[in-house]
């Protein structure tokens, strides 16, 4: 009974095989560690849209900020420079997301070619890191675009708010919503303030 479990314990396996030749079934067969180790270019564009992402982020606070102080602004000269800086970041943002959505078709046509690699198949462990990050990536992108898209209807009411007030402050009468409509389409509103 002694010599039983000693033989377990040590350095060789059962039949003398040594222990670092064995393969651990529960780690799965090697081929499949093969895949991942293949990631590091995916990890490099991973980590790149996430800060691309995170620049999309900033850029949505400052946005945020501007348009506090907008609000409070009153010098015409002031409120058009402050308007033309928003509107440069809102073009930003939408140059920054239309290539982050590019990079993640990318991605994700990427992912399919590397299906079709030994030891990346579909169900492997690298392709489903590969899936499950560019997913998490996808959705990150998306909540920060519906945070911009909230973020430009609230800088339109509250545009659109600042306007009638003024509008109110000079003539004495409210504006209705189509007179405020020709007013921002055609530019008047910032040449009245």
């Known amino acids: 009974m002694l010599n039983l479990l000693s033989r377990s314990f040590s350095a060789h396996g059962s039949r003398g095989t040594p222990m670092r030749d064995i393969v651990d079934l529960e ?26 992402i995170q620049s999309i982020k900033l850029l949505l606070y400052k946005l945020q900020d501007e348009n506090e102080k907008r609000k409070t602004i009153t010098r015409r000269l002031a409120v058009q420079d402050l308007s033309a800086a928003m509107d440069k970041n809102a073009e930003e943002v939408l140059q920054k997301a239309k290539f982050v959505r590019g990079r993640l078709e990318e991605m994700d046509k990427a992912n399919i070619a590397s299906r079709k690699i030994p030891g990346s198949e579909e169900g492997t462990s690298a392709d489903r890191i590969r899936t499950c990050l560019t997913n998490s990536l996808r959705k990150k992108f998306r909540d920060i675009m519906g945070d911009f898209q909230h973020l430009r209807q609230k800088m339109l009411t509250d545009y659109r708010e600042s306007i009638s007030r003024r509008f109110y402050a000079l003539t004495g009468t409210y504006a209705d919503e189509e007179t405020l409509d020709k007013m921002i389409s055609t530019g008047e509103s910032e040449t009245f303030v």
Request: proline share 4%; net charge negative; hydrophobic share 40%.
């Open 27 to 52: 780690a799965g067969p090697l081929t499949d560690m093969m895949g991942v180790e293949k990631l590091n270019d995916f990890f490099e564009e991973v980590g790149f849209v996430k800060s691309q």
